[in-house]
């Protein structure tokens, strides 16, 4: 059949996939629960008509904050299949954020997953006129819950069911599907408008890239409110992939053994944060198996996706991928034939290592704004290339304008930014490319490389050009760091501000017998400077002169989501941390009495994984009518 719309998706479930009995799982108090595909068919259309029985009408905007839950699949296409059009809103955004954009997108009603949600942002729902109605999606008291709209479609669902096919004929491809709000990383957020061709385009185009067919089973832990795992979402639903929603981020490791997935999608500093947590295991082994562990991440670093791998290397390789990669395959579950990571660059080391390790990465590159994918690397090698993004995806026309920005057209481009035509004229040229503000190269004429950010290349007051991003992904591989951003707009040289990583700091402070009383006292101990100096001493061996990093400074806040210096997607909040560092920075060109290397007030230790990546949300249990179910 063809598929035009998002909800014609459905109708796979209705059609091909009805002996799936565990379309989409969660785990609820130890338990998987899970929704079979007629459940899923079933559920989301009486959602539908539930909505318009409450006299909801095509196009009206309806709004979710919430956790990854198959409920939240279930409501997503119900609001399809009504034409109205779904605005959903990350749950780790502060109260200002998310008033905004509750005000601006003139969501209608509402819903929110659990009791701690509801407390956190009914408050600001009730300020807003528009919003008629607030539902959970767990039971909390005195507040309704959304099993009363598909409740209330049952008693009439006759007649419900015959305005809805009428409802499903009045909605085109170019209709609006989704608004999704950036995460405003340099202003407040703006509301990219995706029709159901858009998204459509993009899930189909990589639909046949995807290495997973039908009863395969993907996990998912990227919060669902993002384009890129919604999007990667409606694919695996349209290749019948089951969908699990791992917990929460803290027991993904659990979980990828529980469900021994067949693919993930991931953002590079989880793929970091696996990568220290295996090296840190290794460092606790002994004697030979220490050296054959590190032996084997040498070995690793050097593989060659093109085939050139000599007969030498193969052979090493296959008897490490025996004794020591083994045990990463059986940490990703033993069942991986790919690792799908988008949101920011991967390191070209690491993608290097977990290939060679046998765990298949696939990077691509693309924007909310262009449903996201433009390019990506494929499964096979011949259309792959590690250390870039992989070429255009199907249908996509990327060309490099004089100043190497990457400028796309294609049926996934937006249809623009919801009420603000200025932002949506300035970000199309008169020929209709649309500029994505990022700059690139080709590699071979084929494979795509993302160098930086146009808008964030900034002059030293000698005229010479930086490019942030590149000098601090040259970072991620330290243990130490956690987050680093680069600065020096207008100045004679570049300084950098740091965000240790507390965890291994806090390890490697009782190692080396250093004592402190909290990380304020810690980040000032002369050993710790020096020590944080020979990091950026590694990476100035590889800089230009006018790149070079003369001055840093270490902070004792972890910089999170929640805490406002990075996005939900882990974005680097340049402006949020510039103000927040005014006086630091100051001082550091010159203009403060203080010239110690430390800055910020004093604060507590990380958390690790769950902190760092705050932003993508804890995955909350949620309850609804389906029965109990075993994997």
Known sequence: MKLTRIFDILELYNTNYTDIEDSFGYKNKGNWITFSAKEYYHYAHLFACGLISRG??????????????PHWNIA?????????????????????????ILEHSDAKLLFLSDKSLYT??????????AI????????????????????????????????????KDEISE???????????????????????????????????IIPVEKGQVA???????????????????????????????????????EIQPHIINTVPRLLEKFYDRIIAIGKDLKGIKKFLFFRAVRIGTKFRADGQNNFWYNFRLSIFRKLIFKKWQEAFGGNIVAIVSGGASLQERLAKLYCAAGLRICEGYGLSETSPVLAVNWPIW?????????????GVTIKLAEDKEILAKGPNIMKGYYKNEQATKEVFDNEGWFHTGDIGEWIDNKFLKITDRKKEIFKTSSG??????????MFKASGLIEQLMIVGENEKFVSALISPNFNYLHYWALKHKIHYRDNMELIRIPEIIKRYQKEIDIVNKDLSEHEKIKRFRLVCEEWTPATGELSPTLKLKRNVIYDKYENILEEIYGHGADKTQHIGKEGGGGEGINKVINGLGKLMSIGVPPKEKGK
Not at 464 to 473: C, D, L, R, S
């Open 56 to 69: 909801y009408k095509k196009g009206d905007k309806i709004a979710t904050i919430s956790q990854n839950l």
């Open 76 to 100: 997503d296409m119900g609001i399809s299949l009504a034409g109205m059009v779904h605005v959903p809103v990350y749950p780790t955004l502060g109260a200002k954020e998310t008033e905004f």
């Open 120 to 129: 956190k942002v009914n408050p600001i729902a009730n300020k807003i006129k």
């Open 132 to 167: 008629e109605n607030v539902f959970t999606f767990n039971d909390v008291d005195d507040v309704p819950n959304w099993v009363e709209i598909i409740q209330e479609a049952k008693e009439n669902e006759t007649a419900l069911m015959e305005i809805l096919e009428k409802r």
């Open 174 to 208: 170019d209709d609006l599907h989704t608004i999704i709000y950036t995460s405003g990383t340099t202003g407040n957020p703006k509301g990219v408008m995706l029709s159901h061709k858009n998204i459509l385009s993009n899930a189909l185009g990589v639909k046949p």
């Open 219 to 257: 996990l998912s832990f990227l919060p669902l409110c993002h384009v890129y795992e919604r999007m990667m979402n409606y694919a695996f639903q349209i290749k019948g992939v089951r969908i699990y929603y791992a917990e929460n981020l803290g027991t993904i490791v659990n979980n990828l053994k």
């Open 382 to 394: 011949e259309n792959s290339r590690i250390g870039t993004v992989g070429v255009a995806l199907e």
């Open 464 to 473: 010479k050009y930086v490019a942030p991003q590149v000098i601090e992904n």
